[in-house]
């Protein structure tokens, strides 16, 4: 029997190898991890993490040929194939500290791959800027649609028609086109980072603020819709009631790394909003941690259980995660009527009927669209 082993159970390892393992039942499926915490995790019925159907994928194939284990080099030394999917965070200090990429996790599984099994070589630079350049690719693409979702705005052109238009074009295609708040998660903004840092390091200057725009855009996209929320509000939403639907980088995850979420907040915290907070996946504790409050914060900020709750008594909706069960809430019958007016609804991933809302009473913002 062939069998794999994936170095890594956090977000990218214990979902991929999971599904390796039910679309491959003949394989042996390894996750190894040196967190006793995480594995013990993997092992239970909670999972550390949340994906859609992730928790029927591993019921179905644990035991049989999908195991979690903290004893890696005995699982590494048994593979045929290993993939390594550790934290390569940006490094907080020394040498590159902002930029450069944290390989020690990365070094460790290398060198202990290369004491335990045979390794097939490449050449090192292609590997390392093919990784970086993959994640800064879609990431540039992001904050060009969003970059001209901000030119739509201000001369009434609608930004899902232009993308639609460019989709079109074969040698552009359809793929990350989604005006929006702006991208989040752990990869994009720290890969293209890494790049900066090695262009800088290769006297490329001009090649790293090349780069360094890309962060630039999706940050002032950020910033624009906090300010366009404030504007709105006639300039003010100090002690106003504002509900946050949605605090994961996107649907379907309960991940919140680098989530456009956490700077919309912190804000509309800023200018003393309240905010009540409803994500299906992402606990108060993570909320919490992310938003780092302190005592004077937390009195501005509340968790709450559901959709209707947040949005009780609340001046206005920010949408900042694509979840579906965001589209079919009843927002005639129950939402508007239990807003205070005017309701006021700021679509950060332009997922709801803008006309329809309109209709209803509601003062809509949608990223890329004109105004009323």
Not at 92 to 112: N, Q
Not at 259 to 277: F, Y
């Amino acid at each position: 029997m062939v069998k794999i082993c994936g170095i890594g159970a956090g977000y990218v390892g214990g979902p991929t190898m999971s599904v390796i393992a039910l679309k491959c039942p003949s394989i042996e499926v390894a996750v190894v991890d040196i967190s006793h915490s995480r594995i013990s995790s993997w092992n239970s019925n909670n999972l550390p993490i949340y994906e859609p159907g992730l928790e029927e994928v591993v019921n179905h194939c644990r035991g049989k040929n999908l195991f979690f284990s903290t004893d890696v080099e005995k699982h590494v030394n048994e593979a045929d194939i290993v993939f390594v999917s550790v934290n390569t965070p940006t490094k907080i200090r020394g040498l590159g500290a902002g930029k450069a990429t944290d390989l020690a996790y990365w070094e460790s599984a290398a060198r202990m791959i290369a004491d335990v099994s045979k390794i097939i070589t490449t050449n090192l630079w292609s590997a390392e800027l093919s990784k970086l350049a993959d994640n800064a690719f879609l990431a540039q693409r992001i904050s060009s649609i969003n970059a001209m979702s901000a030119l739509c705005e201000a001369t009434g052109a609608e930004v899902s028609q232009v993308s639609h238009a460019l989709s079109k074009n074969t040698k552009i295609g359809p793929k990350f086109l989604n005006a929006s708040v702006g991208f989040g998660g752990s990869c994009f903004q720290k890969d293209i980072l890494n790049l900066v840092y090695i262009c800088e390091s290769n006297g490329l200057i001009e090649v790293a603020n090349y780069w360094k725009e890309v962060i630039k855009v999706n940050d002032y996209q950020k910033g624009r819709f906090v300010k366009r929320v404030v504007t709105s509000m006639f300039n003010t939403v100090s002690g106003k009631k504002i509900a946050i639907l949605g605090f994961a980088f996107k649907k379907d995850t309960s991940d919140t790394r680098k989530t456009p979420a956490i700077d919309v907040c912190k804000g509309l915290l800023g200018d003393d909003a309240c905010l009540s907070i409803y994500d299906p996946r992402v606990t108060e504790e993570q909320i919490q941690k992310d938003l780092s409050m302190s005592s004077s914060v937390v009195k501005q900020v509340s968790v709450v259980g559901d959709a209707y709750e947040a949005t009780k008594g609340a001046h206005g909706i920010c949408i900042l995660t694509e979840w579906d069960e965001f589209k079919s809430i009843d927002y005639e019958r129950v939402v508007y009527e239990n807003m205070q007016k005017p309701a006021f609804v700021f679509d950060g991933r332009n997922i709801l009927n803008v006309d329809k809302l309109r209709g209803i009473g509601f003062i809509v913002y949608s990223v890329g669209r004109p105004l009323e």
